[in-house]
């Protein structure tokens, strides 16, 4: 992160209601810079990144708390996730497509959408860890040039 790129920094406790309170503030940042479609596709990856955290990275455990980091540039806007606890596994390939049977209510999938959804909408993502600190990055370029980088 350039110490001269506007940023805004988001601390949260790993409750699931403060979530979408921090999807909002995602949001909100970013429809300073880009339409409200893409403001609102940015804060749902969020959205879907602290709820793996919370889930798999904490295991619900609500005395942990994770930060976002809003970084905004001329080429892009970045939303870094800094948090302990498990990591994502070494090696993870995000879904390139999710099958399902939309017709078929019954048996339509709980859970595991979220990689799948950061990776259609986000143009790049990195899993990093500094000293024990797991650090997810999802960059939406200003113009669009998609990749995917672990």
């Known amino acids: ?14 409750t699931l209601e403060h979530v979408s309170l921090v999807g909002a503030a995602v949001n909100g940042i970013c429809r300073s ?19 793996n955290v919370i889930e798999h990275a904490y295991r619900y455990d609500e005395t942990q708390t994770f930060s976002v980091t809003v970084t905004l540039t001329a080429e892009e806007i970045s939303c870094s996730m800094r948090y302990g606890g498990y990591s994502f596994p070494e090696g993870i390939n995000l879904p390139t497509q999710f099958n ?26 990195e899993i990093t860890n500094e000293n024990n600190i797991n650090i997810l990055t999802l960059t939406k370029f200003l113009h669009n040039n998609k990749t995917i980088v672990e």
């Open 1 to 14: 992160m350039n110490a001269a790129s506007p940023h805004i920094v988001l601390t949260a406790s790993s």
């Open 33 to 51: 810079i880009v339409s409200e479609g893409e403001a609102y596709q940015i804060g749902l990856c969020v959205v879907e990144a602290c709820n």
């Open 100 to 125: 399902f049977d939309p017709n078929d209510i019954d048996n339509l999938p709980e859970g595991g959408m979220g990689l799948f959804i950061m990776g259609q909408l986000m143009d790049k993502i």
